[in-house]
Structure formats: C-alpha cells, structure tokens
C-alpha cells in the first residue's frame, strides 16, 4: 500500500508592489526588498489569513494579485481531511491566536501563520528572509519610530499588512 503525497508551495507576494525596495532606504534608513505577505498552497488550495484564516479555491488569484515567487517546499503525506481538521482548530482555539483582533504586524501576522502551517505539512520553517523581516525593521535606524507611529498594528483591518 502507497501512501498518497502532496505538493506543498509557498506563494510569496510583495504587498508595496516594489514600493519597499525604493523608499525603505528613505523611511527606515537601510533597505527591505519587499511587504511580504504568504499562503501555503497544497490540494489546489490557497491557506493564508486575513481578517481569519482563508482557504481560497484558485490559488494565485487571491486579491493580493500575483505572486512575487512561488516557493516549492516539498511533499506532505497529510491528508486534506487532517488539515481541515488543523485549521479548524486553530480557528476554534480559544486563543484564537489567528483571527483578525490578534493579529500583529510584528508579531503575529501572516508569515507566522504560513510557518505553523508548513511544520505541521512537511516539518520546515518559513525562510527567514520573510519570517524575520518584522526584527530587521525594528531593528533598522527608524524601526522603533515606525513601530510607534503604526500602534500596536493589530486587530481588524490590519490583517493586510504582513511584513
């Protein structure tokens, strides 16, 4: 008996649409490539949060456009059924560490969501160009100022904004 396997992407999109490359320098004082923001892609879906966790049915045509880059991160032996499963219960959770009054633009945003979700598929971490891109801004010549002019950047609404 084979055990059926299944491709796990990273669809990886730039939110500033190449606006972070140019004015990074000027806002910040040293450079970020991109706003990224991240969904796992597996059994011709789309997982990512915004304002809660979505499974979208046509990957790459989500309203944040086109992917920047598509990530292959190997194969999963978990069944769709399993992760229906995983996201309902992080969706129920009682924290409900994923929904739109817990999301923090440094904290707990998107990337973070993407990185739960590919340990719990095939056991990787998010490459931490995306992952750790918040630390890299807070820790930029202007990062705490941003931080402060932004809030707390959590809650409803913010969920758009994945660093």
């Known amino acids: 008996m084979t055990e059926e396997s299944f491709s796990v992407k990273v669809y990886v999109y730039d939110l500033s649409h190449g606006m972070a490359a140019v ?8 450079r970020i490539d991109a706003i990224y923001h991240t969904s796992v892609v597996v059994y011709g879906k789309e997982h990512y949060i915004d ?15 086109t992917p920047k880059e598509v990530i292959d991160m190997g194969h999963t032996y978990v069944t769709e059924d399993i992760l229906d499963d995983f996201l309902d219960e992080l969706k129920n959770h009682e924290e409900m ?3 739109a009054i817990k ?3 440094f904290d707990n945003n998107c990337n973070h969501f993407t990185d739960v979700l590919l340990e719990f598929l095939v056991g990787k971490n998010l490459e931490d160009r995306i992952l750790k891109l918040p630390q890299q801004v807070l820790s930029s010549p202007n990062g705490e100022m941003l931080k402060q002019l932004l809030g707390n950047a959590g809650g409803a609404g913010n969920a758009a904004y994945g660093f």
């Open 103 to 105: 999301y923090d633009l």
């Open 23 to 30: 004015y990074s320098p000027m806002i910040l004082g040293s």
């Open 51 to 65: 304002q809660g966790i979505k499974s979208w049915p046509e990957p790459g045509t989500t309203k944040y456009g």
């Open 97 to 99: 560490k994923y929904s």
